[in-house]
């Protein structure tokens, strides 16, 4: 069950910190925080703090806090399959505690109900997961006797695309196809580096930002069955930045074929 939060005292400090960091630890278990303060704290961290945070609330299991976290996230549009959740190579997430796994459930579905909310579930007591006031219930309901992440995308009638956005609810071949999609980055990374080493460098941005830039694009694109619509869709869903079709269909071309041993 989510843990409350309690208004009360406000974040004044006289540390250095930055004010939005000290508003962040407040999200530690029975901390009082001004409601304000902490939304101007979540609304002012970067991508990073908000990664760094979020992992911290659910290895501490503080299932308030990291749903406060993931519902910032899902402001900014971030999905949870990008907000730095380690589920792809570190056992003790691929293979989470009960507390842990509804930790991620909730984030997944608190996701999907902001982003489809007319969405029509495959079991009609499952419906009631895309109304905010009834999601903790609902995922209690979808986690209960151990059901398995697979279950949870079937009861919730979710397509592949859908799955492709999340950090737990996927069915097992879509989970380990986006597992296999991941071990190919480091080689997506290497053909991009290459690629752009091997030119005379006139753009005005720094090489590293541009070969992370490409790799993020590579990593959509692949998602988004190199559809440029749907990739420039997860490029704004993993980076929080918007691009146009044009933008991916010119892009597209120069990324590299990669298959999963080193080129």
């Not at 974040?11 to 930055?18: E, G, K, M, R």
């Not at 979020?54 to 971030?78: D, P, V, Y």
């Not at 984030?107 to 109304?131: C, G, M, N, V």
């Not at 704004?236 to 080193?262: F, H, N, W, Y």
Request: charged share 25%.
């Amino acid at each position: 069950m989510l843990a409350p939060f309690t208004e009360g005292a406000g974040l004044a400090s006289t540390s250095p910190i930055p004010a939005h960091r000290v508003a962040l630890d407040t999200l530690e278990s029975g901390t009082d925080y001004r409601e304000e303060a902490l939304k101007q704290a979540l609304s002012k961290a970067s991508l990073g703090e908000l990664k760094r945070s979020l992992q911290k609330q659910a290895e501490s299991l503080n299932e308030g806090a990291a749903m406060r976290l993931s519902q910032e996230f899902t402001r900014r549009g971030i999905a949870p399959a990008f907000r730095g959740i380690p589920v792809r190579g570190d056992p003790w997430w691929r293979h989470p505690t009960e507390e842990v796994n509804f930790i991620l459930v909730c984030a997944d579905i608190e996701w999907l109900a902001s982003r489809y909310p007319s969405h029509t579930t495959a079991w009609k007591r499952a419906q009631t997961a895309f109304d905010p006031k009834k999601l903790e219930a609902t995922a209690n309901y979808l986690c209960w006797n151990g059901r398995e992440p697979g279950q949870i995308a079937i009861a919730l009638g979710l397509s592949v695309d859908q799955q492709r956005q999340l950090a737990r609810v996927q069915f097992t071949n879509v989970r380990r196809w986006v597992d296999q999609l991941h071990e190919r980055l480091p080689f997506a990374e290497s053909a991009i580096r290459r690629e752009v080493e091997s030119r005379p460098w006139k753009s005005k941005d720094p090489m590293e930002f541009t070969i992370k830039r490409r790799l993020a694009l590579w990593h959509c694109a692949k998602l988004a069955d190199d559809k440029p619509q749907r990739t420039a869709d997860f490029y704004k869903m993993q980076t929080g930045e918007s691009i146009t079709r044009g933008i991916v269909a010119v892009q597209l071309v120069k990324l590299p074929t990669v298959r999963r041993s080193p080129l």
